[in-house]
């Protein structure tokens, strides 16, 4: 249902956390604040407020009383207002600057490229750490005001938002550690190089579902550009080659890495997506979201190996040879059928006669028995039998169990089965 236009923050509060939709609860994790100051609205006493406010597609145009604000959330410590109809900075700035202990604001799909943000605006956002602005079309100009009054900014989400290119501002922000920069138009790695000159101490780059379609940089170049980064997501990217992947070495933390959907591994099968990559990036201790185990780190490397050993010479990458130092050459893969057999020719004595026969394995012990019939002249209830592993040093074992398989005994080509009467 949809929400009436031109509500205030201060009036979807009131509603909300009202006790009749929002009453007092005790117990571990229920609890609610009501602030205890004396001066403000006298709606307070009746107003549970916890410290993580969600007041996302409420209808929110403006902020309200900032009075009543101040009185009530002095102690909110997370803010969630995405999906409202906020466009002017100011009603933001009047919001936030009266939530002192505000570390996580969320502005996500609010039309606030409406209108500008000027610095004593963001002033106002000073002691956030985390900051949503997906699908707010935030331009890089808006970005750039608030990292100047932000820093201590260490997480930025600007996902959705059409950019097709990063504007470098003149000074960096050193106290961005993620960066969520997913779903936009980001194609040309000259783009993607400006984000490592801003945010020289990043930890976490997010660029899933972007359309990168190569890492042009040197080695060195990378290093220096991306000193600190750990985690990199580029999933969905338009990664066509090889050497984009080798280029992740250079990162000299990287641990992590995302790479699903990409075009370079769409003709391989999965067993072998993941191993060349795992043998591609030794350093790389997450891919995809699952660890690389020691052991796992050893197979892929071996298959790797195997993959190149027919490739021309000129052909093969440089970890093969890297790899060759470490394990030496590997002869091919056997190829082992391990599929139960499912038949074998034995020889069946009875009395003072050998016949060879073909038997069925998945058969019982007494469906061979009645495959025996017309062979020994003996109904099945007469008949006792006893199997006989030619290489086996022991003697015939005998087959005493009427529903037991055949392949559980091991039956082999040339093995004996000994066929008695009972009443011999």
């Known amino acids: 249902m949809d929400q009436p236009s031109g509500r205030s923050f201060m009036q979807v509060l009131c509603e909300k956390y009202s006790p009749e939709n929002f009453p007092y609860r005790r117990g571990p994790g229920m609890g609610v604040h009501v602030p205890a100051t004396p001066q403000g609205s006298p709606m307070k006493d009746r107003l549970n407020l916890p410290s993580v406010l969600v007041l996302n597609s409420c209808g929110i145009t403006c902020a309200g009383d900032e009075k009543e604000i101040a009185a009530f959330c002095a102690h909110v410590s997370e803010l969630d207002l995405s999906d409202n109809k906020l466009e002017d900075w100011h009603e933001v700035s009047k919001i936030v600057s009266n939530v002192p202990q505000l570390e996580f604001l969320n502005l996500s799909s609010n039309p606030l490229n409406l209108s500008v943000l000027e610095r004593t605006c963001a002033g106002s956002f000073s002691g956030v750490r985390k900051l949503v602005l997906n699908n707010s079309k935030a331009s890089w100009e808006t970005v750039h005001t608030i990292l100047q009054e932000l820093p201590d900014l260490e997480e930025l989400f600007l996902c959705l938002n059409d950019y097709e290119t990063v504007s470098c501002p003149s000074i960096c922000c050193p106290s961005l550690k993620l960066l969520h920069i997913?779903?936009?138009?980001?194609?040309?790695?000259?783009?993607?190089?400006?984000?490592?000159?801003?945010?020289?101490?990043?930890?976490?780059?997010?660029?899933?579902?972007?359309?990168?379609?190569?890492?042009?940089?040197?080695?060195?170049?990378?290093?220096?550009?991306?000193?600190?980064?750990r985690s990199i997501s580029l999933h969905k990217s338009g990664l066509q080659s090889w050497e984009d992947i080798d280029k992740l070495n250079s990162f000299p933390k990287l641990e992590e890495v995302r790479l699903l959907g990409i075009p370079l591994l769409q003709p391989y099968t999965t067993e072998e997506r993941r191993k060349l990559v795992v043998a591609r990036l030794p350093s790389v201790s997450k891919l995809n979201g699952s660890v690389v185990t020691d052991g796992e780190r050893e197979d892929s490397e071996r298959f790797f190996i195997r993959y190149y050993v027919d490739v021309p010479q000129e052909e093969v990458p440089f970890r093969y040879h890297e790899l060759i130092t470490k394990y030496g050459k590997l002869e091919p893969l056997a190829e082992v059928d391990?599929?139960?057999?499912?038949?074998?020719k034995v020889q069946v004595h009875f009395n003072d006669q050998v016949e060879e026969m073909s038997i069925r394995l998945d058969q019982t012990v007494a469906e061979l028995k009645k495959q025996l019939k017309t062979l020994v002249q003996l109904p099945p209830s007469n008949m006792l039998l006893y199997y006989f592993d030619h290489e086996a040093p022991f003697g015939p074992e005998e087959m005493k169990y009427s529903s037991r398989a055949l392949h559980?005994?091991?039956?082999?080509?040339?093995d004996k089965i000994f066929v008695e009467s009972k009443t011999k």
């Open 182 to 229: 997913t779903d936009n138009n980001l194609q040309d790695w000259t783009e993607i190089r400006k984000l490592g000159v801003m945010f020289p101490s990043l930890d976490t780059l997010v660029l899933a579902n972007n359309h990168l379609h190569a890492i042009e940089e040197p080695d060195d170049s990378l290093a220096r550009l991306f000193p600190n980064l």
């Open 338 to 344: 391990l599929r139960p057999q499912s038949s074998a």
């Open 408 to 414: 559980s005994f091991g039956i082999r080509d040339g």
